[in-house]
């Protein structure tokens, strides 16, 4: 049901709601790194101008922000009825993991929705019929942008099928990735950040190459928080039984069918194995990680794989560290061939971040993946949240 209303009290109205919405996001962000495959969500309950209720979504299987927001509305003893809901992503209305948040919403007898967004999954199209059939006032679109970004992954596995890709890279001043004296090119404070990325991906994905010149972990260490699964991509499966990266059994390598069984049913004690065609279809890998929950992958390198993921177009994000060092001899990494769409730059500890994404190589390519992305956007995903 919409109500017309003078200009006056519509600009009060969306000042007092984008208000609400930020606390919203706020709250959502609570959740990052730990609701995956789901959204990250925020729902507050307001009723006369006051806060009677608030919740964000936890854990993938675990309640909906807007569930817990009316279960906290109880245990303040406030009563939902005539409140009106806030919430960072438009409220489910199908059965998952957990119930319709539409039936609870209608149940709890809220009388206005305000949504961030919508949910572009298919399974939640019926929203916005179910409010109106049941007279509860229905807004979404406030601070949508932002909305967006908290849940780029999940939107971009639900209108693509495809995993979200941030690929990241340290360079010294003369644009070398290795080669440095001492174990890192850049600065703690830059690799501190490294870690938070890691902590709210699925997995952190490298090549062969990186593993047996670093022997790196891979995991998080600086900050608190999840480890990330870690991919390596090594189609002989040259990985040394050893190695660091296989210490914690939470590695998956992808591998070919050039490996002899005995090397897989050793390695298979230390690591996840999968066998594919064709280890240089990055699409198709790609497609079959994100199916079993695998929504943002942090592409850590080195040279050959970061070229491989730009080549096949598949970045959404670049993270790109400068550090003010210059390294005589070692593998060059051009920053002259990043077409950046938009970019920010900034200091982080002595090292330079550039961070933003990058434009599809030519126009042509442009239209593909605009195609390609409207012919997968109506497809039921492998999603119930
Ligand atoms: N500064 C940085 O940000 C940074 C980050 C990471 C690494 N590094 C440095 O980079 C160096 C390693 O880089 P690199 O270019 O030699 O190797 P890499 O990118 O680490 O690994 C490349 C290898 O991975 C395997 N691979 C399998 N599927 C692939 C695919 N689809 N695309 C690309 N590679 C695939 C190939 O080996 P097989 O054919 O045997 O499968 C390939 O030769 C190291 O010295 C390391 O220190 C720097």
């Known amino acids: ?65 807007e569930i817990i927001a009316i279960d906290d509305c109880g245990k303040r003893g406030e009563k939902t009825e005539g409140s009106t809901l806030y919430v960072s992503l438009s409220p489910c209305c199908h059965y998952g993991k957990t119930g319709p948040c539409t039936e609870a919403i209608i149940d709890a007898k809220i009388s206005k929705v305000v949504a961030a967004m919508s949910d572009p999954n298919p399974l939640c199209h019926n929203t916005t019929t179910i409010f109106k059939k049941h007279n509860i006032e229905y807004t ?21 099928g495809l995993p979200y890709i941030t690929l990241k890279m340290a360079l010294s001043l003369n644009e070398k990735i290795s080669g440095q004296q001492g174990p890192y090119i850049t600065c703690f404070e830059s690799r501190k950040y490294v870690h938070k990325l890691r902590r709210n991906v699925d997995a952190v994905l490298v090549g062969i190459n990186t593993i047996l010149a670093d022997n ?39 591998t070919t069918k050039k490996t002899s069984e005995k090397q897989k049913n050793l390695l298979s004690k230390k690591a996840e194995i999968i066998v594919v065609e064709n280890i240089k279809n990055l ?19 080195g040279k050959k794989v970061a070229e491989s993921f730009l080549q096949h177009q598949i970045v959404d994000k670049m993270v790109v560290f400068i550090a003010p ?13 990043l ?47």
């Open 1 to 65: 049901m919409y109500i017309t209303k003078s200009t006056n009290y519509k600009q009060k109205n969306s000042m007092k709601d984008t208000f609400f919405i930020k606390k919203t996001i706020e709250l959502a962000k609570k959740g990052l790194g730990e609701t995956s495959p789901n959204p990250c969500v925020g729902a507050i309950l307001v009723k006369n101008g006051k806060i009677i209720g608030k919740g964000w979504h936890k854990k993938a299987g675990g309640p909906h922000a």
């Open 140 to 160: 979404v679109g406030i601070m949508e942008q932002q909305a967006r970004e908290l849940n780029a992954p999940y939107l971009k596995y639900i209108t693509t």
């Open 216 to 254: 790196p972990h891979l995991n998080v260490r600086h900050v608190k928080g999840k480890n990330p699964k870690k991919i390596i991509l090594d189609s002989s499966l040259k990985i040394h039984f050893d190695s660091a990266v296989l210490r914690d059994g939470n590695a998956l390598i992808i």
């Open 283 to 301: 699409k198709k890998i790609l497609t079959l990680l994100a199916d079993t929950g695998i929504r943002h992958i942090l592409v850590e390198g």
């Open 325 to 337: 060092i210059i390294i005589k001899k070692g593998i060059d990494f051009s920053l002259a061939s």
């Open 339 to 385: 077409k950046w769409k938009e970019k920010k730059i900034k200091k982080i500890g002595t090292d330079i971040l550039w961070e933003g994404s990058l434009f599809p190589k030519n126009k042509t390519d442009e239209k593909k993946i605009k195609k390609s992305r409207e012919k997968n956007r109506n497809k039921k995903r492998n999603h119930e949240r």
